[in-house]
Each structure stands twice: as C-alpha cells, then as structure tokens.
C-alpha cells in the first residue's frame, strides 16, 4: 500500500502545482488538498504502524510512533469485527487492532499457542447480549 499511497500524492502533488501555476478556482485546491492529506496519512500509516512478536513481548507502534509494549499474559480475548478486521483487548479495552486487509495469521497462532480466546463477530455479538 505505501507505493500506492506514494504515486498517488506524487499525482495530486503534482495536480496542486500545475492549478497553482493556472490560477485555478479555491475549489479545486481544497479537493485537491483533502487528497493531498489523505495520501500523506495514508504513506505515514503504512509506514510506521507496526506490531512485532519477539518471544513473550508484543511491540505495538501506533500510526503517532508512539511505541507500547505488553506481555501475551496481559492480553485477555481477540475479537473479529464485521469486516474481519481483529481487534486485540487488554483489560477490557481495545489495544489495538489489525484491519481487515492485513495478513495477521502468525499473530493469531501466537494467541493460540498462549490460549488467548479467540471470537469470532456473530459469537461476541451474543455473548454481549446475555450479559445485558
């Protein structure tokens, strides 16, 4: 995704530059600039969000570089969304979460080995409901 992310600022980059160069309307740099900004994140994310297992400790480095770690012991239950996204809980709080378009099966054989439950939408849905 980063080379997408990559060509695509490039092009809109390059968009910005040419209407500035042709006197174009405020429209089109605030279109233009949303772009801009989305690829900008976009190249930021892919780059920087990462989560690394290293024998019992799991590094999380969010999309900020903000580093967190824990121990598998801290974890408490995996959670599959809708969309198949997986979100990760640690005390009864979201940690953080691996989207739906990410290859995390290594991780999801590191909560098996530790034991940690894994739920899939439709389970965790009901389970919810009869704690109401």
């Known amino acids: 995704l980063v080379g997408v992310f990559v060509i695509g600022t490039i092009i809109i980059g390059s968009f910005v530059v040419y209407a500035f160069f042709e006197k174009s309307p405020l429209w089109v740099y605030l279109i233009s600039g949303v772009f801009l900004i989305t690829g900008i994140m976009g190249i930021i994310n892919t780059a920087l969000w990462k989560v690394e297992v290293i024998e019992e400790e799991i590094s999380y480095r969010s999309t900020f570089g903000i580093v967190q770690k824990y121990n598998f012991n801290q974890l408490e239950k995996a959670v599959y969304k809708k969309s198949g996204a997986l979100r990760i809980y640690s005390k ?41």
């Not at 991780?107 to 439950?117: D, N, Q, T, V, Y």
């Open 92 to 132: 009864g709080k979201v940690i953080f979460t691996f989207d739906d378009n990410m290859d995390f099966r290594m991780f999801i054989k590191s909560l098996e080995l530790h034991h940690i439950p894994i739920w899939r939408y439709e389970e965790y849905q009901r389970f919810q409901n009869k704690q109401k």
